[in-house]
């Protein structure tokens, strides 16, 4: 099973902010033998509008993994990485955190 080594937080873009989008951007993606996400698809959107999405997938793009392994040797896997954004009010201002929530939820060799 790969493991997360790097990751990349997505940017919270200004429109989204404006319009106060939080939530859950469910990804899937295959982690090659190097250890880079692709193929990454977005299974659940979270804002097509405000560039959250997007986002998230420029983010996954980044991100580095430990190789899956069978036999000892490194095979393509594939995932679903599920990047929340949540928002939380300290004082007058807003401060924005992205999280990435069970980045291997579910794995199986390709």
């Known amino acids: 099973m790969p493991r997360l080594l790097r990751e990349v937080k997505p ?46 997938i420029k983010a996954a793009r980044q991100w580095r993994f430990s190789p899956g392994t069978r036999l000892g040797e490194p095979v393509p896997v594939f995932n679903v990485a599920r990047t929340c954004l949540a928002t939380t009010l300290a004082g007058i201002a807003t401060r924005l955190t992205w999280q990435r929530c069970n980045c291997v939820a579910a794995c199986e060799v390709v």
Do not use: H, P, W
Not at 15 to 27: F, N, P, Q, T
Not at 32 to 45: F, P, Q, V, W, Y
């Open 11 to 56: 940017n919270y873009t200004t429109d989204a902010m404006r319009a106060k989008i939080s939530g859950e951007v469910v990804l899937e993606c295959v982690v090659n033998t190097k250890g880079e996400a692709t193929d990454i698809k977005i299974l659940r959107s979270l804002d097509a509008t405000f560039g959250l999405d997007q986002e998230a």
